[in-house]
């Protein structure tokens, strides 16, 4: 039976310019698709957040990019808690249609973002799978 799944993935760009914000969130997106066996038809919406130190451009236009037409896109603002915002981070909150278990969803975070969720850092397929359970560090609402 297909079910609604949320899948949340972090990550961060070089700096704040246009070209690094759309490249760091065309791999990110790339990677949660490639994790969790889903295509852009599966994608119900995407809900992306960025720190305060970025603002040159939506990321939601990597995803129309990589040609996520039908998907409802929305951006905003991370909320800023001292301990735990990371320098020019963007996140996402997928809400995908699949077949899948909650348990099955791999939450992909990279570069600077690994600091938010180690345990669910993305770890190559070769080098023993993507993600893993909490890890016990501080929630960040992520």
């Known amino acids: 039976m297909t079910m609604c799944r949320g899948v949340r993935g972090a990550t961060t760009a070089t700096a704040n310019d246009r070209e690094a914000m759309l490249e760091a969130t065309r791999e990110l997106l790339r ?9 852009p038809d599966d994608i119900a919406a995407a809900f992306f957040t960025v720190s305060d130190d970025l603002d040159a451009e939506y990321p939601a236009l990597a995803a129309r990019q990589l040609g996520w037409t039908e998907a409802a896109l929305m951006c905003a ?9 990371v320098a020019r981070c963007i ?14 969803m791999r939450h992909v975070y990279l570069r600077g973002a690994v ?13 023993g799978g993507a993600g893993g359970d909490d ?8």
Do not use: C, F, Y
Not at 31 to 39: A, D, M, P, S, V
Not at 115 to 127: C, F, K, M, Q, Y
């Open 77 to 85: 603002r991370e909320i800023p808690v001292p301990t735990t915002t």
């Open 115 to 127: 600091a938010l969720r180690p345990s669910r850092a993305d770890i190559s397929v070769e080098s």
């Open 91 to 104: 996140r996402v909150l997928l809400l995908v249609n699949t077949e899948k278990a909650a348990s099955e």
């Open 135 to 142: 890890d016990g560090a501080k929630s960040d609402g992520a």
């Open 31 to 39: 990677r949660l698709e490639e994790r969790n066996q889903i295509t």
